[in-house]
């Protein structure tokens, strides 16, 4: 039986790979282009700082896809990332009558 390890992509590193790299443009280059510091642009590439609303628009824009494209990532990310073991959540009763209750 062989166990894979599920991996994760940030929205940063497809940002990386599939965009920046291919494209041969630089993080200061997007930077400048929608006029952001770079720091901004090199914290999401390293997965320190979340795409924003305004981000993905800006991102969309420059890199001819949606903003709808940069905040999907970002939501499946965080739902794939998030830590449920912390938070009580199985103590929260279903106030509706459906079957994800």
């Known amino acids: 039986m062989t166990t894979i390890n599920r991996y994760i992509s940030t929205p940063g ?14 993080q ?6 929608i006029n952001k510091p770079q720091s901004a642009v090199s914290d999401i590439v390293r997965g320190k700082r979340a795409i924003t609303p305004e981000m ?6 420059a890199l001819g896809t949606t903003p709808d494209f940069w905040l999907k990532l970002e939501a499946t990310y965080q739902l794939k990332t ?3 073991s912390r938070y009580p959540i199985g103590d929260i009763p279903c106030l509706v009558d459906v079957p994800a209750c």
């Open 82 to 84: 998030f830590d449920q």
């Open 13 to 26: 590193e497809i940002l990386k790979e599939e965009f920046l790299e291919p494209l041969r443009i630089s």
């Open 56 to 61: 993905a628009v800006l991102l969309g824009k």
């Open 28 to 33: 200061y280059r997007l930077a400048k282009s």
